[in-house]
């Protein structure tokens, strides 16, 4: 199609070799054709145009988060972790995490809880000697988070950079990890982590089953998947008037604040395709998790669904 | 690796922690039956038949099969495990959070659960009401074996209200938060469930076969009565809650005068009225 074209060029511009090998590869295994937005795409293009959106977007990610949602998407992130309720202790994994805004609430809000507990702590030990009482602050402070974790993976290189320069400007610096990998192929071993989440990324996947068992391997029994991601809308009248800002306004930002209108198409495209609620459940389900339910956000822009592995 | 077969919707892949509860479970079953083995030829061995007779579970929506224990089940156990860490971290979903990481689990699974304790709470009552019944199914036949004394009314009623609050005492100290979440709108539905049950099993063992308004009165008197002790037993300081058990003494006692007192001002009600028609006759005449 149309929209094809300006792609294939940069890739002829990568070199002839890349070429020649896409060309081999994609009578193989990307052969299986899938979407891009709305067009249609082989597995393999797919991945790499993704993978440029993302590149390009990264300076400016968390200014057009704000600017698209008008600051509701953090609302949207505090809820989630809200709803994670983490005790400290916990082991995160925040896949496609990106810019960190899901990692730094997490590490926020178990540093909160935490000092609730010393609080409480403090109170049932009135009686103790001032020995004790200044013991108990320095192995308090040294365990502030409370052996907490959170690490953060993105398949694109841009975007872990931008997130730790984040971190390192607002100070974010003990129990993070920043980790290069692909949702669909975790670098991790199984049975590891407490909390796994994927904030907005998921739709960007090329292969969700995968990303999903990928989700179930590295997860502890007992561990909860947490995903948050646009959905569908069922009020008609929220429905139009979401569908008229989203093709409309969206693109139109993505051209004046970073200078990419079809990125932002493309952002746009992929959530009209994205599964609706019960179906992305019933793939959760088929993944091998129990207890799956969501929670529709704004009637339905936004869900979060969650499920557990027993 | 036993290859189960699993239900259509869980088409890849079993789960972790059921199965192995289920194994768990096979274990006193295969030890039992390897020492009745000469007596009981007829069980089976548990290396040749690993899924061996088991009760059927009932799901929800008959998603389980029946080899495996139900999410619920998994539930109960991390809710059970969860009541000894009440008295460090109350009832909330900390305290679920440690019961779920003894049984192996991540603390995230308290996730299952609502995050003010509700369940746990409500969870720790039904089993207090289940134990409760079953006290009072064995004195039941004990009295029946002819081994004991049937107990006067109030007697037993003392003795079933006082059983069923002392098993509040390891908790005594976290009660009253989990009064207060009892009382939460969303929670009042089986809260009351719970109570009215109780209640109802303890006039059943009473012996109470009232077919009339009574059932009602009776419920209602002895509901007032539990409610007030334990309430007393809040805020009781005394050695072993002496002066809750005295409270409650008293109140089943007013409960049985109650009864007397009411014939009695029927009766009394009566030869008033007859007295005053008497009156009326002899000041007309």
């Not at chain 1, 993070?176 to 982590?193: I, Q, T």
């Not at chain 1, 089953?209 to 569908?232: N, T, W």
């Not at chain 2, 334990?230 to 089943?252: A, G, H, I, K, Y």
């Amino acid at each position: 199609a149309v929209g094809l074209c300006p792609y294939r060029a940069l890739l002829a511009r990568r070199g002839g070799a890349l070429r020649a090998l896409c060309g081999s590869v994609r009578g193989l295994a990307a052969g299986a054709e899938t979407h891009f937005g709305f067009q249609t795409v082989t597995e393999a293009e797919r991945r790499e145009k993704i993978y440029r959106v993302f590149e390009s977007v990264a300076k400016k990610y968390d200014v057009m988060n704000d600017s698209m949602t008008l600051g509701i998407h953090r609302v949207w992130k505090d809820i989630l972790v809200h709803k994670m309720n983490p005790t400290p202790g916990t082991l995160l994994l925040d896949v496609a995490g990106g810019t960190g805004d899901i990692a730094f609430r997490f590490i926020n809000y178990v540093r909160s809880v935490r000092e609730r507990q010393l609080q409480r702590k403090l109170r049932h030990h009135q009686n103790l000697s001032w020995q004790e009482i200044a013991e108990s602050y320095e192995e308090d402070k040294s365990k502030s988070l409370g052996d907490s974790q959170v690490v953060v993976c993105d398949i694109n290189k841009e975007m872990l950079k931008v997130g730790k320069q984040k971190a390192q400007h607002l100070g974010y610096s003990k129990g993070l990890s920043w980790v290069l990998g692909n949702a669909e192929e975790l670098p991790f071993d199984d049975d590891k982590f407490d909390v796994y989440t994927i904030a907005f990324g998921i739709r960007n996947v090329t292969r969700i089953d995968l990303a999903l068992q990928e989700a179930y391997r590295v997860l502890k029994p007992g561990g909860r998947f947490l995903c948050l991601e646009f959905s569908q809308v069922s009020n008609s009248l929220l429905s139009r008037l979401y569908d008229l800002y989203s093709f409309q306004v969206i693109p139109v930002l993505g051209e004046v604040i970073a200078g990419d209108w079809k990125s932002y198409q493309y952002l746009v495209e992929s959530i009209r395709r994205f599964p609706p609620q019960e179906e992305f459940k019933a793939m959760i389900e088929d993944a091998g998790f129990f207890k799956v339910d969501y929670q529709n956000l704004n009637l339905g822009i936004v869900a979060i669904h969650s499920g557990f592995k027993l | 690796v036993r290859c189960q077969p699993s239900p259509p919707r869980r088409a890849l892949q079993a789960s972790a922690v059921l199965r192995r509860v289920s194994d768990e479970q096979k274990e006193p079953l295969a030890s039992s039956s390897q020492q009745q083995f000469d007596a009981h030829p007829t069980n089976h061995q548990p290396e040749q038949e690993p899924q061996g007779p088991r009760p059927s579970y009932t799901g929800q929506g008959g998603q389980e099969s029946e080899d495996y224990e139900s999410e619920e089940q998994l539930q109960h156990r991390i809710l059970t495990a969860a009541l000894e860490f009440v008295p460090e971290h109350g009832w909330t979903a900390e305290a679920i959070a440690e019961g779920a990481k003894t049984l192996g689990l991540s603390a995230a699974a308290a996730g299952m659960f609502h995050s003010d304790g509700s369940e746990l709470i409500l969870h720790f009552v039904s089993q207090c009401n289940t134990k409760l019944s079953e006290l009072l199914e064995q004195e039941q036949k004990l009295v029946q074996l002819g081994e004991a004394e049937k107990k006067p009314t109030d007697q037993f009623l003392r003795d079933a209200v006082q059983a069923r609050l002392r098993m509040l005492i390891p908790y005594i100290e976290k009660w009253p938060q989990a009064l207060s979440i009892l009382l939460l709108p969303h929670n009042i539905p089986s809260s009351l469930n719970l109570l009215a049950s109780m209640i109802d099993d303890i006039w059943h063992y009473a012996g109470d076969q009232s077919t009339d308004f009574n059932w009602y009165t009776r419920r209602a008197v002895l509901t007032g009565i539990y409610n007030t002790t334990e309430l007393v037993m809040m805020q009781d300081s005394s050695p072993d809650f002496e002066d809750t058990w005295r409270f409650l003494e008293n109140r089943v006692a007013d409960a049985m005068n109650m009864g007397n007192t009411a014939n009695q001002v029927q009766s009394t009600g009566e030869a008033v009225v007859q007295g005053l028609m008497g009156a009326a006759v002899t000041v007309s005449n």
